[in-house]
């Protein structure tokens, strides 16, 4: 009992440690800052003594703003169940960070729509704790979430009253009358007024169970131990969790700036967060129509392909909107311009603010347009892209899918010829690394350059000359063989000749049937419908000497075979499997399908090394022939 009661003191010093550390990083956000913004520091938060059971109260009737009760819930159960144990246990469970709402919303009304909310608008906006506060009021409460899939599901942590412990649900709780499957069920019962006949009634279910056990039934002292361990879970209502308000005075870039300096831990508020968490409390209609876009955009709509290429998030959505309004790639510039500053004066005024917002919701309507968005994944896939595994970085569609727009919208650009012309450039721009490094700047520099284009054909023109600049006769003779030298997992080079044996329609080595529709077929599923295969397998190669993974996973010792091929190859050295495939294929078959797949003749035969150098020369010249068939 002494070791619990000196843990529990040594967590408890922590915590006023940590407190004391960011009320002190608070007091010191402006100390070196001019004497009017000395002044106003002391002016920018407090520490409100908060209980669990009023911000949970709080959320659920409106007067704080939580988002995250419509965005995804990332907390895993066993997280939440974590937090249960903690509070019962009189463990520190981090803190609450609160931003005061610079409008008065005195006035309420008798509820908003079907979340029963008396509040019109917050009070207060969650800065930092939405997922804890989410995980509270969700599980207590029965409150649905979404998961990342947009599917509502309900948070549910069992409790056992019995041994004061805590688990994430499980069918078997519900068959187990020791445990209270929902911990929601005891405190809606609180609600209702209803806990005493919900504590007889536990009591007489698991009498019920121990006398067909034909064991004793609860001793009075085991009745008197649950009912205290209800009380004491009822009592997590109480629990002091400590809450840091920043006032109203206080500006937008002010709190980021706070956040991040009392935040040493978890996920910094970036101007994407940001943004994200004002337009979802004080544009919720916008906010509610970005999370509906999302969970859409996963789905095929009628006539097009299932999305297997990205998962739309909001933060993508913001990016697209931004570069389609604003022709602007970096975030702080959507921070400053939804914030109402003007670019060009730097000035900010209520005018421009609404006239920013305006723009931008009319950007977020192209982007959110089911329509344009299937056609630009049929714009990926006719770049022979059809696979998120294909796929190194979600910038190269963010940008290329603005890219689209802004062809469509603004320049006027033609179906057949948008589609053509996108293709071209998310092929290029996929394998040349377009979209990785510092994205930012790099498409910050192509909006300029757009800035002088002003139709179709001077669009067309542009994206042609950007092109031709990457992919020269050196790009295909010297650079791309040498970015194939690589044992990367994830290598732009290696998705791109992918990319181009889909483009090409290329069976499958050693079959009839193409690539894409391997990938196609595991789409849906959970596995793939094709095995990366060794060229010279593993284990032979270690055999004649190669140790190191580095030189037995060069991504030119790869391909892509189907399942019955790969285990029957197995750990066959080459020279054995090619005879097998070569008296099945006949001698036209079997020299079609090592040319399509950039194997040299008698590969089987050649060094290792040399075989390498001989497939990366093939491998690039394949990407190369795939990219003028774009162009036809």
């Not at 009992?1 to 408890?12: A, E, F, G, W």
């Not at 879970?233 to 109480?238: G, V």
Request: overall charge neutral; glycine content about 4%; hydrophobic content about 40%.
């Amino acid at each position: 009992m002494t070791k619990i009661k000196d843990y529990i003191q040594l967590h408890l010093n922590i915590l006023l440690f940590s407190l004391t550390s960011v009320f002190s990083k608070l007091a010191s956000v402006y100390y070196n800052k001019e004497k009017e913004a000395e002044k106003m520091a002391t002016e920018l938060f407090k520490n409100i003594p908060s209980k669990v059971g009023d911000l949970v109260r709080d959320v659920r009737i409106g007067k704080i703003g939580l988002p995250d009760l419509q965005r995804p819930f990332v907390w895993k159960d066993n997280k939440i169940r974590e937090l249960y144990d903690s509070m019962l246990k009189g463990y520190p469970i981090g803190y609450i960070m609160l931003w005061e709402s610079p409008a008065a919303y005195d006035e309420k009304k008798s509820g908003i729509g079907i979340n029963g909310k008396i509040y019109t608008e917050p009070k207060e906006l969650v800065i930092d704790g939405q997922q804890r506060l989410t995980a509270l009021v969700a599980s207590m409460y029965g409150v649905k979430v979404k998961d990342k899939n947009f599917v509502e599901r309900e948070i549910k942590i069992s409790f056992n009253p019995l041994t004061r412990e805590f688990a994430v649900w499980t069918s078997a709780f519900e068959r187990t009358p020791e445990w209270i499957p929902k911990v929601s069920d005891v405190f809606l019962a609180k609600e209702n007024n209803t806990i005493s006949a919900f504590r007889r009634k536990y009591i007489r279910a698991v009498n019920e169970a121990r006398n067909k056990r034909e064991e004793k039934a609860l001793t009075d002292a085991e009745e008197d131990l649950i009912e205290n361990n209800i009380n004491d879970l009822l009592n997590l209502s109480e629990y002091s969790l400590p809450t840091l308000e920043i006032s109203y005075n206080a500006r937008e870039e002010d709190v980021a700036d706070i956040f991040v300096r009392v935040n040493s831990g978890g996920q910094s508020l970036t101007e994407n967060n940001f943004i994200q968490t004002l337009i979802s409390v004080y544009e919720n209609e916008t906010s509610d129509q970005m999370n509906l876009f999302c969970e859409q955009s996963r789905i095929p709509a009628s006539g097009t392909s299932y999305n297997n290429i990205i998962a739309i998030e909001p933060s993508h959505l913001i990016r697209m909107a931004v570069g389609v309004g604003f022709r602007r790639a970096r975030l702080r510039y959507a921070y400053m311009l939804l914030r109402g500053k003007n670019l060009e004066t730097g000035k900010y005024s209520a005018e421009e603010r609404q006239e920013n917002l305006a723009k931008f919701k009319e950007a977020l309507l192209k982007v959110m347009d089911l329509n344009n968005w299937h056609a630009f994944l049929n714009c990926i896939g006719e770049a022979g892209y059809i696979s998120k595994t294909q796929i190194a970085s979600s910038n190269a569609v963010v940008f290329s899918y603005v890219l689209y727009l802004i062809a469509k919208y603004d320049y006027k650009l033609d179906a057949v010829r948008l589609k053509k012309t996108i293709a071209k450039w998310f092929f290029m721009g996929a394998i040349t690394y377009f979209y990785t490094g510092s994205t930012e700047s790099e498409v910050e520099k192509q909006f300029a350059d757009l800035r002088n284009v002003h139709d179709a054909e001077q669009f067309i023109a542009y994206i042609e000359r950007t092109i031709t600049t990457r992919f020269t006769e050196d790009y295909f003779r010297l650079t791309l063989p040498n970015e194939l030298n690589s044992a990367a997992a994830i290598s732009p080079a290696w998705n791109g000749y992918i990319a181009a044996q889909v483009v090409l329609n290329t069976p499958m080595l050693f079959s009839a049937t193409p690539v894409s529709k391997y990938f196609i077929l595991g789409a849906s599923g959970t596995k793939n419908a094709v095995d990366k295969h060794h060229i010279f397998p593993k284990n032979y190669l270690t055999q004649i000497g190669y140790m190191t993974d580095r030189e037995r996973n060069q991504i030119a010792n790869f391909t892509y075979l189907d399942y019955v091929t790969n285990i029957d190859i197995s750990d066959d050295p080459p020279v054995e499997y090619v005879e097998r495939y070569r008296n099945r294929m006949g001698e036209t078959e079997y020299h079609k399908t090592c040319e399509d797949h950039a194997l040299p003749p008698d590969f089987e035969k050649m060094e290792y090394i040399e075989f390498l150098k001989e497939r990366r020369l093939r491998m690039a010249q394949i990407v190369q022939k795939a990219y003028k068939k774009l162009c036809e």
